[in-house]
């Protein structure tokens, strides 16, 4: 079975600042990897997700990046912090067929004052 | 309308009873259907997945799927405290997983 383990596990950043969140997986080869952020009251929002080294999809515009530079590592970054990047961001794997069962990580939770 | 909406406010049940969780969604030609479970300040972890109409057992819980209707719902039965949690659903369509808001439910001892 896969592992997923993330980094930091809490974060206070202020308003700004860089951010470089890492996510690696362990137990699985060529995964599925994605990012989403939870912010209170909103749900699970997909972020980014890769299907391979080099390969970054973007949902929704905003100023985080993602970066895939092996294929079980997958780095959440931002040159600039808003007060709105504060959340609850995991890191999960999946297979990436339709019938993708997605395993998440523990999650970073970032808050920035 | 959103893609995946799950009913709002927390669900008290007593212990031993069977606590019952809705979610619907839009695309039509989503295949598969996923439950998780989320202790707060937790990551969320998978319950269950069903992607055939009817029903699939897991222990205590059943997922049951309507393709026609669009709604999967999830059954605790014999809901005990440590089922306390924020309930998810997830769909997958367009390549991604799309999450309900999730379901709060609260296990009253």
């Known amino acids: 079975s896969q592992t997923i383990h993330q980094w930091p596990a809490t974060l206070v950043q202020p308003v700004g600042s860089p951010l470089s969140l890492e996510c690696t997986v362990e137990?699985?080869?060529?995964?599925?990897l994605y990012w989403y952020r939870q912010a209170a009251g909103r749900g699970l929002q997909l972020l980014f997700y890769s299907v391979g080294i080099g390969q970054i999809s973007s949902e929704v515009p905003q100023n985080l990046s993602a970066s895939r530079p092996q294929d079980r590592q997958f780095i959440l970054s931002s040159k600039k912090l808003l007060l709105s990047d504060s959340g609850f961001y995991l890191c999960a794997s999946g297979t990436g067929s339709f019938t993708d069962t997605q395993y998440f990580g523990p999650g970073t939770r970032l808050t920035v004052l | 309308q959103k893609e995946v909406e799950q009913n709002s406010g927390p669900l008290s049940v007593p212990e031993g009873a069977i606590a019952s969780l809705n979610c619907t969604y839009s695309?039509?030609?989503?295949?598969?259907f996923f439950w998780y479970r989320q202790y707060s300040g937790k990551s969320p972890e998978l319950i269950m997945f069903i992607y055939s109409n009817g029903d699939k057992e897991d222990g205590r819980f059943t997922a049951q799927l309507n393709k026609a209707s669009q709604y999967v719902s999830l059954l605790i039965r014999d809901s005990q405290p440590s089922d306390s949690a924020t309930y998810l659903c997830a769909v997958n369509g367009n390549n991604r997983l799309a999450f309900g808001k999730g379901n709060q439910v609260v296990v009253i001892p």
């Open positions: 695309d039509r030609g989503s295949q598969s």
């Open positions: 137990g699985t080869s060529n995964p599925n």
